[in-house]
């Protein structure tokens, strides 16, 4: 087990006009469970395969506690790495699969038995020892990848998107597995995922990056309260940050038929107009009918909560719609308007030209 150092790595892949990753830092402690997250294209495998030595760093270098494995094949890395679609091989037992790496290492039969054995009892794999990976669902054969990498004891355990294929109740279940693992086995992870929910949930820390540039790494709570910019606030959370411009006024911000009062201080660093975002959580109805107006589109009932999903006023059929979960007991009707007001302590406001936060 080991800290990890990404120091300014960059990928230029040839051909490229832009680096698919730049000057990515993060340190990584010893145990952490990092989660890098983001869209697609965004950079988060390419930084992992650096990490694993798949991938060349073009500048930048890559530390593994004190040793500087920037130019090291991945076999001198001693990291293990599970992919996306479990690189089983078919022909062999899961207890061949398990212990492949182990065989071709050069380690005794009977240490590779007693290792496969202990990370089959710790997955929950002893009576599929003997199966072949076609004779398991999906979620046994991603248990047999962790195995294989488990029974090496590496420093640093690397997972590139490792539940992408499996259905949404095992995706969840699985999830929670890993995660629990993870923390028993104390050994440094770094997980791939596109779903945010999925690194919100696994993370001690998740990193957002978009086209190739580190937004925020935070613990989840963090980010989820005080996002660093607009992209991190309309990523982080599901459903996702209402975001909305408004135009500065006297004492505040014009939000709807009420001003939404603003510290002077805060006020003073923006322009003209200012990004509010609030969760859907964040909206308490109004009877009195001050507040911002939204016309019901739709209203998602689960059960104690609702999720009403209506337009506001002026907005363009563009526009992504206003979401505030209410009372699932008592929801508004479709058609309806509905007021709302913002908790004063949980509104978020954003330049709205560099997207940067400004409270």
């Given at each position: 087990m ?12 040839p ?16 145990g ?13 495998s390419t930084?992992?395969r ?6 060349e ?16 094949p991945?076999?001198?890395r ?6 996306q ?14 212990g ?7 380690t005794d039969?009977s ?11 710790i ?22 990848a ?8 590496p420093?640093?355990f ?8 499996l259905d ?5 279940q699985t ?31 998740v ?9 925020q ?19 982080i ?8 411009t ?5 004492g505040?911000l ?12 805060v ?6 107009e ?15 009918g ?11 009932e ?28 008592t ?13 004063q302590?949980?509104?978020h406001l ?7 936060r400004?409270?």
């Amino acid at each position: 087990m080991a800290t990890v150092t990404l120091d300014k790595i960059v990928r230029i892949f040839p051909g490229a006009d832009n680096p698919a990753v730049t000057d990515l830092s993060i340190d990584i402690e010893d145990g952490e469970f990092l989660v890098l997250v983001g869209p697609s294209g965004c950079g988060k495998s390419t930084s992992l395969r650096m990490l694993a030595g798949l991938e060349e760093v073009n500048r930048g270098r890559i530390l593994i506690g004190d040793k500087d494995v920037t130019t090291l094949p991945p076999k001198d890395r001693d990291v293990a790495m599970v992919f996306q679609n479990y690189a089983l091989y078919p022909h062999m037992s899961v207890a061949d699969n398990m212990g492949f790496a182990l065989k071709i290492a050069g380690t005794d039969k009977s240490e590779i038995r007693e290792r496969v054995e202990e990370a089959a009892k710790i997955l929950d794999l002893t009576e599929f020892l003997d199966r072949k990976p076609k004779a398991l669902s999906g979620g046994q054969r991603q248990r047999v990848a962790m195995g294989r990498a488990i029974v090496r004891s590496p420093q640093v355990f690397l997972m590139d998107e490792p539940l992408s294929n499996l259905d949404a109740k095992l995706r969840v279940q699985t999830r929670t597995q890993i995660a629990s693992l993870q923390r028993r086995l104390g050994v440094t992870t770094v997980y791939v995922t596109h779903d945010q929910v999925e690194a919100m949930t696994m993370g001690d820390r998740v990193a957002v990056l978009k086209d190739g540039l580190l937004q925020q790494c935070d613990p989840p709570r963090r980010m989820y309260d005080h996002p660093n910019n607009v992209f991190v606030a309309g990523f982080i959370g599901s459903p996702a940050m209402n975001l909305t411009t408004l135009k500065v006024t006297d004492g505040g911000l014009q939000f709807g038929e009420s001003v939404f009062p603003v510290e002077r201080d805060v006020l003073s660093k923006a322009g003209d107009e200012v990004i509010l975002g609030v969760r859907p959580e964040d909206l308490d109805v109004d009877d009195s009918g001050r507040g911002i107006t939204v016309e019901v589109d739709l209203v998602e009932e689960l059960g104690a909560d609702a999720y009403v999903y209506g337009e506001l006023p002026g907005s363009a059929a563009t526009d992504k719609p206003f979401i505030a979960r209410v009372d699932g007991r008592t929801p508004p009707k479709k058609g309806e308007q509905v007021h709302f007001i913002a908790k004063q302590d949980h509104v978020h406001l954003f330049d709205p030209e560099s997207g940067e936060r400004i409270n």
